[in-house]
T-cell receptor, first 111, second 112 residues
Framework: DAKTTQPNSMESNEEEPVHLPCNHSTISGTDYIHWYRQLPSQGPEYVIHGLTSNVNNRMASLAIAEDRKSSTLILHRATLRDAAVYYC????????????FGDGTTLTVKP | NAGVTQTPKFRVLKTGQSMTLLCAQDMNHEYMYWYRQDPGMGLRLIHYSVGEGTTAKGEVPDGYNVSRLKKQNFLLGLESAAPSQTSVYFC???????????FGQGTRLTVV
């Protein structure tokens, strides 16, 4: 199964942009790239997802490499409420069982 | 809109006891999932369902059983609890395989 690799931790200053990288070199053509975040003592929360093209929503932007072997979640202006563990996972169009979470990136936002 | 609701939120079991965790969703989603999360780690898929009456094994299914008798409910059973099953359990649902997944708030289970 395709897996993702993320840095264990990252730091950012409040109101600055944050770029969270994810490598998925064995991604298949039917894998969608999803990002979720998890605040302490809560369930994961959907952030954004995409297949090939870059995506924007009210929370973030997702930049996908042309070869799809990596992607970057972009938070345009980090706030203290964005401090969380961010997970990059692959969700297969054809198999609901292939949606394993890695250990994620712990984002710390400094005031 | 309740979304995904898990019952109970906390539970302490003795080794060998059994219990059932209930997950309910009100979004008419076809797909439902059970994950476990151990301290400092990501989520691992236990079992999932692609529709009413169906279930399938995920990454770590041993020691668990599931049932999806109604579309809105997905039950996770532990027949004989073991200390290794101490974890936080999350339920999730989604409309399709690759669409946004909605998660419950989790059930913290301790097996002593």
């Amino acid at each position: 199964d395709a897996k993702t690799t993320q840095p264990n931790s990252m730091e950012s200053n409040e109101e600055e942009p944050v770029h969270l990288p994810c490598n998925h070199s064995t991604i298949s053509g039917t894998d969608y790239i999803h990002w979720y975040r998890q605040l302490p003592s809560q369930g994961p929360e959907y952030v954004i997802h995409g297949l090939t093209s870059n995506v924007n929503n009210r929370m973030a932007s997702l930049a996908i490499a042309e070869d799809r072997k990596s992607s970057t979640l972009i938070l345009h202006r980090a706030t203290l409420r964005d401090a969380a563990v961010y997970y990059c996972i692959l969700r297969d169009e054809w198999s609901a069982g292939k949606s394993t979470f890695g250990d994620g990136t712990t984002l710390t936002v400094k005031p | 809109n309740a979304g995904v609701t898990q019952t109970p939120k906390f539970r302490v079991l003795k080794t060998g006891q059994s219990m059932t965790l209930l997950c309910a969703q009100d979004m008419n989603h076809e797909y439902m999932y059970w994950y476990r999360q151990d301290p400092g780690m990501g989520l691992r898929l236990i079992h999932y369902s692609v529709g009413e009456g169906t279930t399938a094994k995920g990454e770590v299914p041993d020691g668990y059983n599931v049932s999806r008798l109604k579309k809105q409910n997905f039950l996770l059973g532990l027949e004989s609890a073991a200390p290794s099953q101490t974890s936080v359990y999350f339920c999730a649902s989604s409309y399709r395989r690759n669409t946004e997944a909605f998660f419950g708030q989790g059930t913290r289970l301790t097996v002593v």
